[in-house]
């Protein structure tokens, strides 16, 4: 439901942060909305759905990713897992916590390697094929709650 209704809505909303990813399975590219915050030197993921989330899977896997936010684009590399504490700690005071009733414990954190302006924006055809390629999937590279 995520990956067919939510995803390519949020994607074309140009609300949510945006992270592209290339699966580990079948090296096609994805772009999936994420919960993302800054931080010192990086960005802070929430993982509403946990680690085992394939996007999360194949950015460990490719040790990197790129991330859309606010017309900006930033390259991310050295993804790492951490806990509640360190998360917390990273995010700035102004930043909500997530609810303890959903039992959020992991958090990926990834580095800037560069800030660039993100490209203008693509053509219909472009994001038509884009959507197809968020819309469907390969083994090993997404699953329908990843959001």
């Known amino acids: 439901m995520n990956k067919r209704v939510f995803n390519p809505r949020a994607i074309a909303g140009g609300k949510w942060p945006v992270l592209t990813?290339?699966?580990r399975v079948?090296?096609?590219t994805y772009r999936?909305?994420?919960d993302a915050h800054p931080v010192d030197g990086g960005y802070?993921?929430?993982l509403v759905n946990g680690s085992r989330s394939d996007w999360v899977q194949n950015v460990l896997a490719a040790d990197g990713a790129r991330l859309r936010v606010d017309g900006r684009e930033a390259e991310l590399a050295a993804p790492r897992l951490v806990g509640e504490d360190e998360a917390f700690q990273a995010l700035s005071d102004e930043v909500a916590?997530?609810?303890r009733l959903l039992r959020i414990t992991e958090f990926l954190r990834m580095d800037i390697t560069r800030h660039q302006a993100a490209p203008s924006l693509p053509t219909e055809a472009?994001?038509?094929?884009?959507?197809k390629r968020t819309s469907s999937?390969?083994?090993?590279?997404?699953?329908?709650s990843s959001a």
Request: charged share 15%; aromatic share 4%.
């Open 21 to 23: 990813h290339v699966g």
């Open 26 to 28: 079948s090296g096609a």
């Open 32 to 34: 999936t909305p994420v």
């Open 44 to 46: 802070l993921f929430v």
């Open 97 to 99: 916590r997530p609810p």
């Open 126 to 131: 472009h994001q038509s094929e884009t959507t």
């Open 137 to 144: 999937s390969s083994p090993g590279d997404s699953d329908p």
